[in-house]
Structures are given as structure tokens and as C-alpha cells.
């Protein structure tokens, strides 16, 4: 039942939450990937949750995985600040890794995590799937081909109602919107509007544990472009990004995975002229950046081309500037306080 073909990348899944049932459902669907192993600190619920999704091998703990040497790649579903540790181990235990946005819990980490990468001549990848949707390519097409003309201002929000799970309030975890939330439209910005920024100005409203409940985020770049980002745990909002040019604009419905994009320009008379673009179909969304992690491995790579390093690097500066201002120092960052 479980025969590999010899194509096939064998992955092992390290945490077996929410987002790790996702994982699995989309190896499932694609052929020339295996849903080879999970890991769990508890093995009855790593044995439910082969079961349950079809995989052949379930491990009581996350070592036993790592030194499983049949598996070609390790998917991290850990909350944050487990993402730097078991990257460290499993990199150390010669596995390649997808670890799961947000990257780290801050740049010392990241680095520490891409270094060991680039020593063990091993891939590293962050799990951000944006970067990878085949909506980033359109995105970037239509900007770069001035469609709407010189890029101006961007806007874009995120919320959902997920502020009684435990993991976005626990300060232990790296709880909060800006690792889990912000860091997508802080990616979304990115993506269009690049990285040379002269300032932030950001807020927070705090939870109760002293996390960061709601963002506001504003970006100002040396170009004079500005970005103006909102996120919350505690409602869902519209999820909509729009890029402003000298020439109209474009709407993205959902930055988190973009479902709709519409373009609008105007004629001579001054008349709207709205153009809906299509977006490929797709199964989870998550097969993109899986697919890129065996195309870099089959090409001896330690890094992605849809989300490099620096990219990674970059964005995880980013955050750090933005929770400085926030004020905000997790229990685990021992060397920041």
C-alpha cells in the first residue's frame, strides 16, 4: 500500500495540529510526494493521526522521526517558538526542512537556522505560501507590466475570529497577531513594493497575556510609497489588499490566499474600467510551496527561489522592528532582555 516510487519525496510531518491535517491532506493529493511520517509527543494521537490520513509510519516523539533516514523532507507544524529548535535538530539530523511561518521568533534565530542550512549544504524553506501561489506571479505581472502605473500606496488587512486559541494569546508560544497574522501583509507589501523602507509606525491594542490582540502597521519607503497594514484575532475581516497606482488599482480579495483579482483602470473620459482575472484553480494551496521544496532538493539547492533567505531574513527584520515598538519581548528571547 505504501510502495514508493522512485520519484517519490517522502516527507515527515514534526506536530500534529491543525495546520499539519492540511499538510497531509495535500500530499495526499499530489503524485510524486509521500506522506511517509508523522511525529507526535504522544504516540496514540501520532497512531490516530497516520490512520487517519493514510500515513505509513507514526513516531512518540520528534527524535525518532529525525532519525528516520528514509525521510527526504521535514515539515516543522510547531507553534513559533519551537520553529528554531527542531529546525536546528533536524537539520543537524541531515534532514531538509519546510518550517512553517512565521519563520522564527526573530532575526538571531533565523539566522542561526539559515547558516546551519548553508553548512549542512541542506534545503531550508519557509512554509509562507503566498510566495509561492501561482496569484504572485499574476500580482507581479501586472505591476511590473504598469498596468495601473506607478505604484503609489498599498493597503491590505487580515483578521480572524481565532483569539481563544491558546497559541495566538501564550506569550511562551510567541503568541500574537504579528507572527501569525502580520506577517502577511507585511509579505504582501513586499511582493510589490520591495523592501527599502525609511520607517514603521506601529501599534497595538494588547490582550490580556500582553500579546498583540490587533496590529496597525505603517510602512514608509525611501521612495515615497506608503503601506498602510491592519491585522486582528478577534473578528473576521474582508482580507482585501489593494495596490494604488497613478492609473488605478488592483484588488486582491483574500492576501492570505488571494481568491479573486480584480484590475481597475480608466478610459479617456474618466470612466472605470474593471477587468476580473482568473486564478488557477488549486487543491489546498499548500502543494505550491511543497512542490518548490522537491525542485530545489532534486537541484541540490539550500534555499527556494519563491522565498529566499533574504527574503525570509528581511521580513523577519521587520518584525523585530515592529515588536520593538510594540514593546513586546517573548519569555524565550533570554538574550533580549
Partial sequence: MFERKEKNMRVGIIGAGGIAVKMAETISYLEDVENYAIASRNIEKAKEFAKINNISTAYGSYEEL??????????????????????????????????????AVNIAEAEEMISLAKEKKLLLAEAIWTRYMPSRKIIDHLVSEGVIGEIKTISANLGYKISQNDRLTNPALAGGCLLDLTVYPLNFASMVLGNEIKRFVSSCVYTDTGVDGQDSVMVEYTGGQMASLFTTMYELTDRRGIIYGTKGRIEVLNINNPEKITVCTFDEN??????????????????????ACKRAIEAGLTECGEMPHSETLEIMRQMDEIRKQFGIVYPTEHNLR
Fill in 270 to 291: 474618466g470612466n472605470e474600467i474593471i477587468r476580473n482575472i482568473e486564478i488557477p484553480k488549486q487543491f489546498t494551496g499548500y502543494e505550491y510551496e511543497v512542490t
Fill in 66 to 103: 529525525l532519525a528516520d533516514e528514509r525521510v527526504d523532507l521535514v515539515y516543522i507544524a510547531l507553534p513559533h517558538s519551537h520553529h528554531h529548535e527542531w529546525t536546528l535538530k533536524a537539520l543537524n539530523a541531515g534532514r531538509n526542512v519546510l518550517c512553517e511561518k512565521a519563520f
